[in-house]
């Protein structure tokens, strides 16, 4: 099974800081790579796919990235109603492994 | 509307048997790919089961492959998850989630079922 070492698990942010969230695949997965936004006591929601492309309605301060097998989750400035966590999720192949989280909160 | 309805969990006790069902409503069902996705107490999403959109393929995770099957009924729009010889383990909120048109990612969540298991 691919493996998708996500970092940080937690992290603590101020309001409008810039913040970065890494994963790290075990295998080359191209461009299938998903990444998935959770408010506390809420279902995820799809925030950006194919490692770069933004979901319907996801803003614009949220942006993906790749460089080769390791993949980061951007938001630009930081809102109060980005605190949660984030997984990330490979889609290349069966099983789709996601990440193990990172918890967002706020400084 | 997209609207993925869970239900039928529970508390259960370790080898005993439950079957949870997702109702969907606001696109063609039959279109779609299906999954079942867990969460446990606390802790990060494990995708548990697949079924394509005729039923067709089937995937399973190695954690529950053997005593989990995945099902659906495309003339009532519901996706099934028969689990048998529950373990402790098992607890956690199922989601049903449906597989995007385009490729192997979840584009709609369902707002989850809770599975507890223990005696």
């Known amino acids: 099974d691919i493996q998708m070492t996500q970092s940080p698990a937690s992290l603590s942010a101020s309001l409008e800081e810039i913040v970065t969230i890494t994963c790290q695949a075990s295998?080359?997965?191209?461009?299938?790579l998903a990444w998935y936004q959770q408010k506390p006591g809420k279902s995820p929601q799809l925030l950006i796919y194919?490692?770069?492309s933004l979901a319907d309605g996801v803003p614009s301060r949220f942006s993906g990235s790749r460089s080769g097998t390791q993949y980061s989750l951007k938001i630009s400035r930081l809102q109060v109603e980005d605190i949660g966590s984030y997984y990330c999720?490979?889609?290349?192949?069966?099983?789709?492994?996601f990440g193990a989280g990172t918890k967002l909160e706020l400084k | 509307e997209v609207q993925l309805v869970e239900s039928g969990g529970g508390l259960v006790q370790p080898g005993r048997s439950l079957k949870l069902s997702c109702v969907a409503s606001?696109?063609?069902?039959?279109?779609?790919?299906m999954n079942w996705i867990r969460q446990a107490p606390g802790k990060g999403l494990e995708w548990v089961a697949y079924?394509?959109?005729?039923?067709?393929?089937?995937y399973y995770a190695e954690t529950v492959k053997g005593r989990f099957t995945i099902s659906r009924d495309n003339a009532k729009n519901t996706l099934y998850l028969q689990m048998t010889s529950l373990r402790s383990e098992d607890t956690a909120l199922y989601y049903c989630?449906?597989?995007?048109?385009?490729?192997?990612?979840?584009?709609?969540w369902g707002q989850g079922v809770m599975v507890t298991v223990s005696s």
């Open positions: 079924i394509s959109s005729g039923s067709s393929y089937i």
């Open positions: 194919d490692a770069t």
């Open positions: 999720q490979q889609a290349h192949s069966n099983p789709h492994t």
């Open positions: 295998q080359d997965i191209g461009n299938w």
């Open positions: 606001g696109f063609t069902f039959s279109n779609y790919g």
């Open positions: 989630a449906r597989r995007s048109s385009y490729s192997g990612y979840f584009d709609y």
